[in-house]
């Protein structure tokens, strides 16, 4: 009876202890400032997008098409966050930001950077028929408590050129290769222009897993991502992605946010949120 005890004792406190904690990561095209938005300008949104990032509480969220000033409010209202990230145009504070926030006080930084979807990726850059210049920035995070560690890579594909976002696809397959040395989690989200079933998406979708497909739990909310602040119109059209690892991340839930306030949503896409264990 003792030894039945003792190992019943044993095995609850082993599961206990091998429990994975469970990650919160968002991806957010909050939309740029741009002043021909009319009701939908950021002064108008600013605080109801804020609020609702505060209320998800996630671990991790990265933003696409936020400016200088964009970036430096929610760092100033999200005190629990610090970022990463750099403006598209110059490296530095210029053009649109794909900045990472994560919760300071559960991460320490090991690695950060940003590179240009181009032929020149470390250089200021604009990369094959692309528009104008797109970047993806990445941090290597690890958590104070338990050592967890795992890698984001957050971008925005160009909106026109196709060649570049196929290439776009491939370069960033490879150069998650070329920082995951010590074969960790990775987690690649974005707002990414482009439909599930285009050659980008479905090469992405090879190296990794759809989040949407991969989780656990059924997914929550709409179809699509991209309201264009139609509050009126069902929103079907899913350009924002979050990817995983196939092996050493296990989503267990996801959804798509269409939180809205007085008939308006608080940008003109919805966040996409999924909850997460790493593995080794």
């Known amino acids: 009876m003792k030894k039945t005890v003792i190992l019943l004792l044993v095995c609850f406190l082993f599961s206990c202890t091998s429990e994975k904690e469970a990650y919160k990561i968002m ?21 109801f997008l804020s609020n609702q990032i505060v209320y ?6 990265g933003i696409q098409e936020g400016l200088e000033h964009q970036v430096q409010y929610l760092d100033s209202i999200l005190v629990g966050y610090s970022y990463v990230g750099v403006g598209r145009d110059d490296g530095k504070t210029k053009g649109e930001y794909s900045a990472i926030f994560y ?9 950060k950077g940003t590179f240009w979807l181009s032929e ?23 958590n104070k408590y338990n050592n967890d560690q795992f890698l984001v890579f957050n971008t ?13 696809a491939k370069l960033i ?20 222009n482009l439909k599930p079933e ?19 739990s059924k997914p929550f909310g709409p179809i699509g991502t991209f309201n264009a602040f139609d509050f009126n119109k069902p929103v079907v059209d899913r350009i924002d992605y979050i990817f995983t690892s196939k ?3 296990k989503v267990l839930k996801y959804a798509t946010l269409s939180d809205s306030k007085d008939g308006k949503f608080p940008s003109d896409h919805l966040p996409v949120v999924i909850t997460f264990t790493v593995h080794k």
């Open 198 to 216: 285009t050659a980008p998406i479905q090469l992405l979708s090879n190296a990794f897993n759809d989040a949407k497909i991969a989780s656990e």
């Open 27 to 47: 991806t957010y095209n909050i939309r740029y400032d741009n002043p021909n938005d009319g009701v939908n300008r950021w002064s108008n949104r600013k605080d």
């Open 103 to 111: 919760q300071k006080e559960k991460f320490n930084v090991l690695n």
């Open 120 to 142: 020149t990726p470390n250089k200021i850059s604009v990369g094959w028929d692309a528009s104008m210049e797109r970047i993806c920035t990445f941090v290597l995070l690890i």
């Open 156 to 168: 925005h594909f160009d909106h026109i050129g196709n060649i570049a976002r196929v290439k776009s």
């Open 247 to 249: 092996e050493q991340v």
């Open 173 to 192: 397959i490879d150069k998650i290769a070329e920082y995951n040395t010590g074969n960790l989690p990775v987690l690649v989200m974005g707002d990414f």
């Open 56 to 61: 998800n509480s996630p671990d991790v969220f």
